[in-house]
């Protein structure tokens, strides 16, 4: 989240909103910009189902062309439901990730249409990804 917040030069201007799971700053951001929380699977697939139909009644409300990501299992079944009606998915590794991928990142790779990394060691996992140095 606070990754996502660092962009809002990039977003302020735009029609958009957050989907995120309850911690202390997205409630916090949830107070002064559009945002939405979902059920954080935490890998378990009861939950994971869950947030899957929480994140489709979302998409099907909110209809966005684009879906911007820095990952944590809250995002997958979102991210996937973009990608099945057509949205654009761009993922950010995130910054903490140096030398191995992220769970979210595995999964959301294969789909993505741009696919960020901020430290060369991880194009190994992801050799079509774009390397942009530490942007965070």
């Known amino acids: 989240m606070t990754e996502l917040q660092q962009l809002k030069g990039f977003y302020e201007k735009t029609n958009h909103f957050f989907v995120t799971f309850k911690r202390p700053n997205s409630l916090e951001l949830g107070k002064k910009e559009k945002s939405y929380f979902l059920t954080d ?10 947030n899957f ?17 820095t990952g944590a299992g809250v995002a997958v079944p979102m991210c996937y439901i973009g990608k099945l009606f057509g949205a654009k998915i761009i993922f950010i590794e995130s910054y903490c990730r140096i030398t191995g991928p992220s769970f979210s ?6 789909i993505s249409d741009l696919f960020l990394v901020q430290w ?17």
């Open 41 to 50: 699977p935490k890998r378990n697939p009861l939950l994971l189902l869950q």
């Open 105 to 110: 990142g595995r999964v959301i790779y294969p």
């Open 120 to 136: 060369k060691p991880l194009k190994k996992f992801y050799p079509n990804a774009k390397f942009l140095g530490g942007f965070f």
């Open 53 to 69: 139909f929480e994140s489709l009644s979302i998409f099907l409300k909110e209809k966005p062309r684009v879906i911007v990501s």
